[in-house]
């Protein structure tokens, strides 16, 4: 696609309920990065995935958040036993990941969890 | 750990005036880059611009230019002519060899018509 597409847009579910969130990259972008941005607030680093390497999951908040990526392309997000504290809007990125630090992020507009 | 720092939770300009946004980090790496990212209502994260720690030359693109001041750790954004169009929540962020883009808590411009 032309740019980077998450879905759904909206997700509302209940404490405790499982949820998954997908991005779909830029096609042959290599580089892909998962944000949470609370209300009011700057980003979260979560988890980079780059190629075939390891992801960095250093961002993750607790063992309930996990991503995957399949195929080099699409990833999905998944919250485990959903918590009101996880209710943000999780914004997804790609890059070209050609190794340079510089290297422009493009965003999806992102999914607005809402947790009752 | 690397942090930016981005004082000022608000601003607001006069359309058509000039604005800076401020913005501090903390690192002890040699080699990184600064951005600052715009976004608007949509939530998508839109580049403005970016600089090369390396660089001594300060970045513009357009209406938009930095003042980049390596040793003071600061990277500050000018906005000229101001438009109705830039109102938007603002991000600073840095990235260095680790990859991840480390963002501040931006700042909200507002543009006076």
């Known amino acids: 696609g032309a740019g980077v597409s998450q879905s759904p847009s909206n997700k509302v579910t209940e404490k405790g309920k499982d949820v998954e969130l997908r991005c779909d990259p830029i096609s042959g972008h290599t580089a892909l990065y998962w944000y949470r941005q609370s209300l009011g607030q700057g980003l979260e680093f979560l988890i980079y995935?780059?190629?075939?390497?390891?992801?960095?999951k250093s961002g993750l908040p607790s063992d309930r958040f996990s991503a995957e990526r399949t195929g080099g392309s699409v990833s999905t997000l998944t919250i485990q036993r959903t918590q009101q504290e996880d209710s943000a809007v999780y914004l997804c990125a790609s890059s070209a990941g050609t190794g340079g630090l510089g290297e422009k992020l493009f965003f999806g507009s992102g999914t607005q969890l809402s947790v009752l | 750990a690397q942090t930016v720092t981005q004082s000022q939770p608000e601003m607001s300009v006069q359309e058509a005036e000039t604005v800076t946004l401020s913005c501090t980090y903390d690192?002890?790496?040699?080699?990184?880059?600064l951005f600052w990212y715009k976004q608007p209502p949509s939530r998508q994260m839109i580049l403005v611009i970016r600089q090369e720690a390396y660089k001594q030359q300060n970045a513009t693109e357009n209406r938009f230019s930095v003042n980049f001041q390596k040793a003071a750790k600061s990277f500050s954004l000018k906005i000229s002519d101001s438009q109705l169009g830039d109102a938007a929540m603002y991000f600073c962020a840095y990235m260095d060899s680790s990859y991840k883009l480390i963002f501040g808590s931006g700042t909200r411009l507002l543009v006076r018509p």
């Open positions: 995935f780059q190629g075939n390497s390891a992801p960095d």
């Open positions: 690192t002890s790496e040699s080699d990184y880059y």
